[in-house]
Structures are given as C-alpha cells and as structure tokens.
C-alpha cells in the first residue's frame, strides 16, 4: 500500500495518518435527479477505506490494521491499549471499531471499544459536519464524552486513539480531554487511516 504519512497536532502527545485520502475529484456535470456527479481518485488507503465504510465490503479490515501496524505504531513509544474514535454515524457495525479489533488482533495489544462514551447532540442541533469553525465544532462537542473506567488492572499505559478519516480534530480533541481524566491513561497516540 502507498502511504505518505503526515503528522496530526493536536491536544495528543503525537498523531499521524497515512495517506491523504482523495488525491483529485472532478465535477462530471449534473445526473438526471441533478445531483452533481464526480471522478474521484482516493490514494490506495483512501479507497480502501471508502469500501469498507460504503460498501461495506470487511475484507478492506486486515490490510489496513496491517498497514497501520507496520508503519505508524513503530513511530510511537509502547502502546498498551488501543481505542477506537465513537462512531458519527450509527451502524450496526462500525468500521473504525471493527480497524480496531483487526489492529488489535495482529499486534496482541487489548482493545477498549466501549472506554469511550459519547451522549447524543440536542435534538434539532446542526450536525458537525455542516459546521464551518472549528470553535463552532468545539462548542457543540463540549461535555458530549466521558469515560467508562473499564481498566480492571492498576498502573498507566499509552493509549493509541485510532480514527478511520481526521478532518480538523476538533473530535479527537474532545476524547483525548476525556481520556485525560482517567488515571490509568498515560500518554495519548493518535492514529488515523486518511485525512481530508
């Protein structure tokens, strides 16, 4: 897989992606209904990312866990746990938790699906993604997570916070303030597959 990692900043003590996640998106011009249309190329993890999310085609988990356990955990110091971003959009099944569990299953580290719980935005509030500011964003995620203290051993460990597509991480911001109420979490690694 061709991957060109970019460093995130953030509140986290270090962040990366591996791949920009649409390279180029043409407009086609309008289709019958006049939705507009588009050629869009995505880089190798973006695509695949895309089929997981959209077509929900599984089989995108594995190659993609790999990718991130060859190139980004060698970039950070031990990992002691892994967590994945809570979903946006409810699913049946979550592609981010599911890139988790795959990650998790290849590299032996446990996986916290459930440390993170996020409440539901106010009936009738605009959704995050048709927010223009990040201070908008921040505003409308403040208090939205806290966390399940599920670490049943004492001591600290590095988390890995791993999201599928980081856009301005205004959410990644709001977990890792969470996460850093919790005594049993020491350092906070942030990883994503693409970003926009």
């Not at 981010?96 to 539901?120: H, S």
Request: a positive charge; charged letters at 25%; proline letters at 6%.
């Amino acid at each position: 897989m061709i991957v060109q990692i970019k460093k995130l900043k953030g509140s986290w003590d270090l962040g990366y992606a591996l791949q920009k996640h649409t390279l180029s998106s043409v407009y086609l011009g309008d289709d019958e209904w006049g939705h507009p249309r588009f050629e869009t190329t995505r880089s190798e993890p973006g695509e695949a990312l895309f089929q997981l999310k959209y077509r929900y085609d599984w089989k995108q988990v594995e190659p993609l866990a790999a990718e991130v356990q060859a190139t980004l955990l060698p970039l950070f110091a031990e990992v002691g746990l892994i967590v994945p971003m809570p979903a946006s959009t409810a699913r049946a099944r979550q592609p981010v938790n599911e890139l988790a569990k795959g990650l998790g299953q290849l590299t032996k580290i446990p996986v916290f699906d459930n440390m993170v719980v996020k409440t539901p935005p106010a009936p009738g509030s605009t959704p995050l993604k048709d927010m223009h500011t990040r201070a908008e964003k921040d505003n409308a995620l403040a208090g939205r997570f806290s966390i399940n203290e599920c670490i049943a051993t004492e001591g600290r460990w590095n988390v890995l916070l791993l999201d599928d597509l980081f856009d301005t991480g205004a959410t990644m911001d709001a977990v890792c303030q969470a996460l850093r109420s919790y005594k049993k979490i020491n350092r906070i690694y942030a990883a994503a597959i693409t970003w926009k």
